[in-house]
C-alpha cells in the first residue's frame, strides 16, 4: 500500500548546523508530497509541498526536491535556529479529489542554542 | 484568512461516556478529514466526507461514527470513551482541486479519565 518512510528521531544539533531529514515513499500512483510541521503543543501547518517530479518545495529556509527516481522528498535547511525545534512529518496524498494524506511517523528536531 | 475551526479544544470525560467534536471547515472547502494523533505517534487517518457523503474511512472504531452537515460542518461523535482514545483529533479540510493539500485545525484534544 501507500506509505512514508522518514528517519527516526530524535535528531539534535547545534543552532546554525545543516538539517536532513530524510523521507522516501511508496505510491501506487503519482502523489503530491509535503512536509508538515507540528510545534509544541499546537497542531500541523503546511510546510511546504511538490505535485510533480523534480519540483521543489521552499518555506521558511527549508527545501524539498521530489525525486521520482528515488522516491524520496529529503527535506533540508541549510541554518537551523532554536526555533525550528517541532516535530516534522513527511506526507503524501495522491491527488485523486478528496484523498486523503498519509503521513510518516514523525521525526522530533530539537536544535541547541 | 478563515482556517479550520474545531470544538471544544479540550475535553475531559469518563470511561464509557460520550463525546462529540465538531469541526468547521474553510469556507468553499468541499472536503473533511478526520485524524487522530495519540501521544508521540503520527496522526491517523479516521474518515472523510465529500459533498456530505462518506468518502473515504481509515481505521475508525465502530464505537465512533462522524457525519458531514448541509452546511458542511462535521462532527464526530465517540461512545463508550476508552482510556486509549485519550488522543488529539484533528480535522482538516480541502478543495477538490487542491492537489492534496489539506488545512489542519488545531485539533481537540480529548481526555479519557
Known amino acids: 500500500g501507500d506509505s512514508v518512510t522518514q528517519m527516526e528521531g530524535p535528531v539534535t544539533l547545534s543552532e546554525e548546523a545543516f538539517l536532513t531529514i530524510n523521507c522516501t515513499y511508496t505510491?501506487?500512483?503519482?502523489?503530491?508530497l509535503f512536509w508538515y510541521v507540528q510545534y509544541p503543543g499546537e497542531g500541523l501547518q503546511l510546510l511546504l509541498k511538490a505535485t510533480k517530479a523534480d519540483d521543489k518545495g521552499s518555506n521558511k529556509g527549508f527545501e524539498a526536491t521530489y525525486r521520482k527516481e528515488t522516491t524520496s522528498f529529503h527535506l533540508e535547511k541549510g541554518s537551523v535556529q532554536v526555533s525550528d525545534s517541532a516535530v516534522y512529518f513527511c506526507?503524501?496524498?495522491?491527488?485523486?479529489?478528496?484523498?486523503?494524506?498519509?503521513f510518516g511517523k514523525g521525526t522530533r528536531l530539537h536544535i541547541l542554542p | 484568512a478563515a482556517g479550520v475551526i474545531q470544538s471544544p479544544r479540550h475535553l475531559i470525560k469518563e470511561k464509557r461516556e460520550t463525546a462529540t467534536l465538531k469541526c468547521y471547515p474553510i469556507?468553499?472547502?468541499?472536503?473533511v478529514y478526520w485524524y487522530q494523533q495519540g501521544p508521540g505517534q503520527d496522526p491517523q487517518f479516521l474518515i472523510s466526507f465529500y459533498e456530505k457523503m462518506q468518502s473515504d474511512k481509515g481505521s475508525i472504531p465502530d464505537r465512533f461514527s462522524a457525519q458531514q452537515f448541509s452546511d458542511y460542518h462535521s462532527e464526530l461523535n465517540m461512545s463508550s470513551l476508552e482510556l486509549g482514545d485519550s488522543a488529539l483529533y484533528f480535522c482538516?479540510?480541502?478543495?477538490?482541486?487542491?492537489?492534496?493539500?489539506?488545512?489542519f485545525g488545531e485539533g481537540s484534544r480529548l481526555t479519557v479519565l
Open positions: 506526507a503524501l496524498s495522491l491527488q485523486r479529489r478528496d484523498d486523503k494524506i498519509i
Open positions: 505510491a501506487t500512483g503519482y502523489p503530491s
Open positions: 469556507p468553499r472547502h468541499d472536503t
Open positions: 482538516a479540510s480541502s478543495l477538490g482541486s487542491s492537489a492534496g493539500e489539506l488545512f
